[in-house]
């Protein structure tokens, strides 16, 4: 959340106070929308009850009116009654420091019949009365009838918990209570100092952003105006300016606002700058904001300060006088935070909120040609404040729907992890509405591990089939409310301070071309964000992600990308806490034709029509159909099986469902049984061994034996009492359009299905399909995948001219040769 | 960055070069591996209509 704060100073409502120019100030800044108004002090020329009143209702009007927070501090003008050695009035605390001055505002209207504010009546100071009740005599300015109808002064506060996003305003009187005021000089009473450090210190709800605000300067002005009197300057100081400074830079506030000297100006400062854990204080100073200010055109000045979402700040100085009215045109932007300094203090603010802390995560990922994400977390330096707690650290990723978890691939390293270390899996999310979900897994870290130099440990897990490789895929698993369905990224959200974020990404030669970026995003409620049991950033499924473009921008730079490996690196600094840092890119599309495209999409729909009310059973299929898919069986089984003792042996000839981005078997014989496959039997796009087949258009050999767990067969819900077989050698073989069957590897979109051949056997032809292949055996594969296309075509061809005595579902065999 | 090894990938085939897997099958190999004649009459049922399909088309006149 953006946060607007408009800052006036020195309004000196009086003598030489122009309204008109007042009401264009207000103008100017209403169109801000700030959420904070605050004034800097000397609301009022000379402290009357009246006027303070006045300057009260003016103040609160318009910062209701914006639907902002009113804070002000006094300035000399406000509570010092005249002359070099003027003793405080008390009644700036009475009037402002209370919610309730109604008896008072009743009064002032039952006397002048005009609402108080900045009005050329209540400008001449007006005398209200107290009524005849009260003995029908005058009131003079601070006289004690008038006087007895405000609330006395309450103890000030100090401290001001806005309630905005974690914003922090700490107001100064530098008006010395108690003492007299040397002309206009100022001093904050030692008290409210120990007060102000008592409060802040009991404060336990961290704030990300610190403001104080203070009449007089912090720091010297640099540049007198024109005019000035030389010599002025030691009658206008701040006498503890350097111990205000020890404490405000102390407990860390960002930002000092001030006003006093009428002059613009702005400061920074760093008292540790080669510290890391030091931090960096904004002094500004806003000057007068509607003073008369003749042959003076940057006579008046206030300040609009934007923090934005992720915290930078910016300055912007609005000039105008000399019978000008502010004019957004010509306002300055007086600073912008380098967003190395915004980083730093939001490290900072997380280092004070997180007891954990981690000297370096690397992320490595690595995506295969097949669509796997392999990750590898290494976590060293792991510390904590408090060792007794926050053991278990948590990881999670997202699995996408066609995706699963590789349980046989989660382990810790280790070589690498300190002794101990343990890691327990959690059960799987809900799927959300695109179908992904989430696997979420604890490392324990043995008892009072965090300790002394920190703990170190490793762990790599993996997701199958977890991103589209292809545009085509994108299109295809596009989802209603998917508003990034045509790119791809792996991301890291930072759960608790890290000094550096490491990012690798590995790509597959398929997607070597594409040109992946970095974006930052931010959480909506950054930087308020909630902590888990765990002592990290609570990642809320409800809280949305929005990209933060200048961090991104920033950050950009730090990204690296190798084309001729497919390695991206990036590496970040002090990652803000609750942001998700990403990498993403768009999958290559394919150059595609309309009218093949089509003819394939019809082809697929006339299997799909002719399997609907059929089951897979050769059986159920009009006679030719089911001749051709027993040529190809019995050819594929005599090549390519054991032909062992015992073996088992399916073929299945399958085809792509788009509706349900998935491949359905339409003719399937097990040796097994004469049970057709369940109907709602479903191979998801890129998952199985014809699933991979099928979107890389390359025939997959798969060897249990020799397996890399990221590519499994899927298994099937078996018939009543039918025994399951675990298929020990799977071949999937992608069945394209003509046009692309002399293509290497021919898109998806231009296939139909897959035709597979699985034995139960060791050792069949498709185990030696893993080796480098003999004439026998290449020619033997040619063979079949020529068949698996003459069928499946000579199919589609039956279906699109049926001939009479097809339809009638005889089954068995007949001579195909019609 | 050490290389994140966890065995291979779906090893996938490419027995031809794009066009050379239909030609590579001629009736003698169909006949060297004892396919029926049934089953070589629909290969070479497919292999024609890919043979048509991928010609280059005639000269008009």
Redesign the interface.
């Known amino acids: 959340m953006t946060i607007r704060i408009a800052h006036l100073s020195d309004l000196h409502f009086g003598e030489k106070f122009n309204i008109a120019l007042w009401r264009a100030v207000k103008d100017e800044i209403k169109r801000s929308k700030p959420e904070l108004l605050i004034v800097s002090g000397d609301m009022v020329d000379h402290p009357s009850p009246i006027q303070l009143l006045a300057a009260k209702c003016e103040l609160r009007s318009f910062a209701e009116g914006m639907n902002a927070k009113l804070i002000v501090v006094p300035g000399n003008h406000d509570v010092k009654s005249g002359g070099w050695w003027g003793r405080r009035k008390d009644w700036f605390e009475r009037i402002f420091y209370n919610d309730d001055t109604s008896e008072a505002e009743a009064i002032a209207m039952r006397d002048f019949g005009e609402p108080l504010g900045f009005t050329e009546f209540y400008r001449s100071d007006p005398k209200p009365t107290i009524g005849l009740l009260d003995g029908l005599k005058r009131d003079l300015v601070g006289g004690s009838s008038f006087a007895a109808h405000l609330p006395n002064a309450p103890k000030k506060p100090l401290v001001n918990q806005t309630g905005i996003n974690k914003v922090l305003v700490a107001t100064l009187d530098s008006n010395s209570v108690g003492k007299r005021i040397s002309f206009a000089t100022g001093r904050v009473d030692d008290r409210e100092l120990e007060a102000l450090q008592a409060e802040l210190r009991a404060i336990t709800d961290p704030y990300f952003l610190r403001i104080a605000v203070i009449h007089h300067h912090v720091l010297p002005i640099a540049f007198a105006k024109a005019g000035r009197i030389l010599g002025s300057e030691p009658l206008m100081v701040l006498h503890n300016a350097g111990t205000v400074l020890s404490i405000l830079s102390e407990h860390r506030f960002d930002i000092v606002l001030h006003g006093h000297h009428h002059v613009a100006q702005f400061a920074r400062l760093d008292l540790s700058p080669s510290d890391e854990t030091g931090h960096t204080m904004a002094v500004v100073s806003a000057g007068c904001g509607a003073l008369e200010t003749e042959n003076d055109a940057e006579g008046n000045c206030f300040n609009l300060i934007t923090v934005a979402a992720n915290g930078q700040i910016e300055v912007e100085s609005f000039r105008y006088g000399g019978g000008a009215t502010p004019n957004r045109q010509k306002r300055y932007t007086i600073y912008r935070e380098p967003l190395t300094t915004t980083k730093r203090r939001a490290s900072i603010r997380a280092r004070e909120r997180h007891s954990l802390h981690c000297r370096t995560r690397t992320q490595h990922y690595r995506i295969t040609e097949t669509g796997d994400l392999v990750i590898e977390s290494t976590l060293e330096g792991l510390t904590t404040n408090d060792p007794t707690q926050f053991h278990h650290r948590t990881h999670s990723v997202k699995v996408a729907r066609d995706g699963w978890f590789v349980d046989a691939l989660f382990k810790p390293d280790r070589t690498f992890s300190s002794p101990g270390v343990k890691m327990t899996m959690s059960p799987a999310s809900a799927p959300t509405s695109r179908g992904e979900h989430s696997r979420n897994f604890i490392v324990d870290l043995p008892d009072d591990s965090l300790r002394n130099g920190g703990m170190n440990y490793r762990v790599r897990y993996a997701c199958a089939n977890n991103f589209n490789m292809t545009r085509w895929e994108c299109i295809e698993r596009k989802g209603p409310e998917n508003d990034v369905w045509d790119k791809e990224y792996v991301g890291f959200r930072v759960p608790h301070p890290i000094d550096v974020l490491d990012i690798h990404l590995q790509l597959p030669d398929s997607l070597r071309d594409v040109r992946p970026y970095l974006q930052c995003l931010a959480p909506d409620n950054y930087p308020a964000y909630e902590l888990d049991a765990n002592g990290d950033a609570k990642f809320q499924s409800d809280v949305k992600l929005h990209v933060d473009t200048g961090m991104t921008l920033h950050e950009a730079s730090s990204l690296s990308y190798q084309l001729d490996t497919g390695t991206c690196t990036f590496r970040i600094e002090k990652p803000l806490v609750g942001y998700q840092y990403r990498v993403l890119w768009e999958p290559p599309s394919t150059p595609e034709s309309l009218t093949i495209r089509t003819e394939v999409i019809d082809q697929r729909h006339a299997i799909l029509n002719a399997l609907s009310g059929r089951t897979s059973c050769a059986s159920r299929w009009p006679a030719r159909i089911a001749r051709y898919f027993e040529l190809f069986a019995e050819e594929t089984e005599r090549l390519l099986s054991r032909r062992a003792d015992g073996e088992n042996r399916s073929i299945e000839f399958f085809v792509y469902d788009s509706q349900e981005t998935g491949l359905r078997p339409f003719l399937a014989r097990r040796s097994w049984t004469t049970e057709p496959l369940a109907g709602d039997f479903l191979v998801p796009l890129g998952r199985g061994i014809a699933g991979v087949a099928f979107r890389q258009g390359r025939i997959v050999p798969w060897v249990k034996q020799r397996r890399s767990h990221l590519i499994e067969p899927i298994p099937y819900a078996p018939a009543p009492g039918e025994h399951v077989f675990e298929m020990h050698n799977i071949l999937a073989i992608p069945i394209c359009h003509p046009a692309y069957a002399r293509t290497d590897r021919p898109p998806p979109w231009a296939c139909i299905g897959v035709a597979c051949f699985a034995s139960t056997a060791d050792g069949t032809r498709v185990a030696r399909l893993l080796e480098p292949m003999d004439k026998e055996l290449t020619e033997q594969i040619l063979i079949v995948r020529g068949l698996a296309h003459a069928a499946i075509y000579a199919i589609i061809k039956s279906l699109e001219f049926p001939e009479e005595d097809d339809d009638k579902g005889t089954g068995g065999a007949s001579n195909g040769e019609e | 960055?050490e290389?994140?090894d966890?065995?291979?990938?779906?090893?996938?085939?490419?027995?031809?070069?794009?066009?050379e897997?239909?030609e590579?099958?001629t009736d003698k190999?169909?006949e060297?591996?004892?396919?029926?004649s049934?089953?070589a009459?629909?290969?070479r049922?497919?292999?024609k209509?890919?043979e048509a399909?991928?010609s280059p088309p005639k000269p008009s006149g």
């Open positions: 960055m290389q994140i966890l065995g291979d990938d779906a090893v996938v085939l490419e027995p031809h070069g794009p066009g897997w239909v590579a099958v190999v169909l060297a591996h004892q396919i029926s049934e089953a009459l629909l290969y049922e497919w292999a209509m890919l399909m991928h």
